[in-house]
């Protein structure tokens, strides 16, 4: 530890707790005393968060680079009723590839003793039991990488230090010809083709949809161009057919497009870096110099490929004439706000389906539960959906229904639009000439996609693993209505002012970057609109005083901090041109108004080497 950081007073950390039980450990539960004499790392996270995802892929290096001293124990804190059963946790620590120990929270037990609030949130445990960092949101790997080797060398001295191997227990492979897919097309021969998401690679089945005639990928995770056997992909979702014939892929993990030769079977990549686009970042450029974020799904509208960015909660597009891409919508806040596109806010686009008579597209805004569509001048609208924070499965007039975190769309011949509602495992439909939203099917798994096969519609049941066929039925199916809020803890805050405290301290080793003016940034708004009296915009301090209006009883508060800092120059001059890093958290606090509410909000953007 360098005397120029110096630790404060050690707060023991609390014990781990969840009634989920523990997955990936081959049936042993863990407690903080089994783990002693490791550096443990707590990943608190959600299997809907898209920012969760992009901290599990972060983590794949740390891991590796330090596998002998470092355990991460995944915390499934979660957000939707659907996260809150221990099958769909299963399925989702297999989906994703967590190579590491889960401990099941359901009822957010350890998530409270942490005091955590956003998701994703990393926590740092020595080997001794102390908290020694807490880090909010994504990108905080390479702070914790150079705290891990600070800890490695102080308890190494001390013989605090145990190494060897971890507990984590690799699940058994199941053979099954698919797992957990993610979309499909229709190809111009008849034959479907299925991102087999998992295995990295896609599949194309005869159109009966069961026998595999052709696969394209390696099967291993990785991002290379190349023949059908050499490729590889990492978790492609979304599909669609280009002008000449070949396929265009959403290459989630690897913030890519990649194009797929049905003639040849080779892979190339149109768009992307394979680097995850952060704030800062251009926005428009040339399509293989401009990094991407977690594209989910692609579909070819008014000569552009249009892109669903889930990781920074915008819609952009690939134009296939100058080889470019674009922000066309959405300002990269989380939230759900209609108007021009690029005023409009979204929360993980997920499904895109262009409308049967090409005057719409229609988008599945996953975190908001929404059914939303762009219009042919580029604005944004809501069919149905209310916010972050409320869903369910309710059907009726569309300003009533409810979905629950819908991945996929497909516009159907009559102008309606059926929603793949996932974590209600049900097949909605809604018709813009009626408003009404009903019900075609439930008992799907995780419905992720849909496509049209003639009079029957193709489903991807993700969590089954397998495509079904149903004819689409004259009628809907009824089922009981339920309407939920997320489980999330509201922040009961009082009317009036309130200060708003974003805590940032630079990561041992570095220090404010101020070569261009300020290194800090912070944005407020809130939801509804009329909550915010003052306070609200952009300003370069991180403390700011907010004015609630007493009139509004609760809201989101949506605050977003950004601050960059630079390695510090080391004393000989070997580091003239140091590392610049970027630490951006954007947090939705739910808060209601009361008068015994507190009258300060403290966030931390990031705390390393600070108790938590």
């Known amino acids: 530890m360098s005397a120029s950081a110096p630790r404060r007073v050690r707060v023991r950390a609390p014990e781990l707790i969840g009634k989920g039980g523990w997955l990936n450990t081959g049936g042993k ?6 783990l002693r004499g490791r550096i443990v790392v707590l990943d608190f996270w959600t299997f809907c968060c898209v920012n969760c995802l992009h901290v599990l892929d972060e983590l794949r290096e740390l891991e590796e680079n330090h596998s002998d001293t470092v355990v991460v124990v995944g ?22 590839g967590v190579g590491h120990p889960v401990l099941d ?31 909010a949101g994504e990108g905080h790997v390479h702070a914790i990488e150079r705290l891990v080797t600070e800890l490695e060398a102080e308890h190494g001295a001390k013989g605090t230090l145990r190494r060897g191997d971890g507990p984590y227990v690799p699940p058994e492979p199941e053979p099954t010809t698919l797992r957990f897919p993610g979309k499909a097309l229709v190809l111009p021969s008849g034959h479907l083709l299925v991102s087999d998401t998992t295995r990295h690679r896609l599949v194309e089945f005869a159109a009966d949809g069961e026998r595999v005639v052709r696969r394209f990928g390696s099967g291993a995770r990785g991002f290379a161009d190349g023949t059908a056997e050499s490729a590889a992909f990492g978790e492609p979702q979304g599909l669609a057919l280009l002008d000449e014939g070949a396929v265009v892929v959403a290459d989630t993990v690897n913030h890519a497009l990649r194009r797929l030769d049905l003639g040849t079977g080779e892979v190339t990549t149109l768009a992307g870096t394979g680097r995850q686009w952060w704030r800062g970042s251009p926005t428009a450029g040339p399509a293989r110099e401009t990094d991407l974020s977690s ?38 806040n989380e939230g759900l706000v209609d108007g021009p596109g690029e005023e409009a806010w979204f929360a993980q686009p997920s499904g895109l389906a262009v409308a049967a008579d090409g005057e719409r597209l229609w988008l599945a805004d996953s975190e908001t539960s929404a059914l939303r569509w762009v219009d042919l001048d580029g604005a944004v609208h809501t069919a149905v ?14 300003g009533q229904a409810l979905l629950q975190h819908p991945l996929g769309v497909t516009a159907l011949p009559d102008g309606s639009v059926a929603v793949s509602d996932t974590y209600n495992h049900a097949l909605r439909r809604y018709d813009p000439a009626t408003g009404e939203v009903t019900t075609l099917a439930t008992d799907l798994r995780e419905p992720s996609g849909a496509v049209l096969a003639g009079e029957e519609i193709v489903v991807v049941e993700s969590a089954r693993h397998r495509l079904t066929r149903l004819r689409l039925p004259e009628e809907a199916v009824r089922v009981e209505p339920t309407a939920r809020r997320t489980q999330r803890a509201v922040t009961e805050v009082a009317p009036g002012r309130i200060r708003l405290d974003v805590v940032f301290q630079a990561p041992p080793g570095q220090e404010p970057d101020t070569r261009y003016g300020p290194s800090t940034r912070l944005l407020v708004s809130a939801t509804p609109p009329g909550l915010l009296t003052c306070g609200e915009g952009a300003g370069t301090d991180l403390s700011r005083t907010l004015e609630l209006n007493p009139a509004i009883e609760q809201g989101v508060l949506h605050i977003s901090a950004m601050a960059a800092s630079c390695d510090t120059p080391s004393d000989d001059g070997s580091a003239a041109f140091p590392a610049c890093h970027v630490h951006q958290q954007d947090w939705g606090v739910p808060v209601r108004l009361t008068r015994t509410g507190t009258d300060r909000l403290p966030l931390v953007l990031a705390a390393a080497d600070e108790d938590a």
């Open 29 to 34: 539960r863990y407690t903080l005393a089994d």
């Open 75 to 96: 915390v499934h804190s979660p957000k939707f009723a659907h996260e809150a059963e221990h099958a769909a946790v299963a399925d989702a620590v297999e989906r994703y």
């Open 105 to 135: 929270d359901p009822e957010l037990g350890t998530w409270k003793q942490y005091a955590v609030r956003a998701w994703p949130t990393l926590v740092v445990i020595d080997p001794e039991g102390y908290v020694v960092a807490q880090h």
């Open 295 to 332: 594209p989910w799904d692609v579909a070819v509208w008014r000569g552009l490929v249009w892109i669903a960015m889930a990781g920074v909660h915008q819609l952009w597009a690939y134009d296939p004439g100058d080889e470019t891409v674009a922000a066309v919508a959405g300002t990269a």
């Open 385 to 398: 959906g209310t916010g972050l924070f409320d869903f369910g499965h309710r059907d009726g007039a569309a």
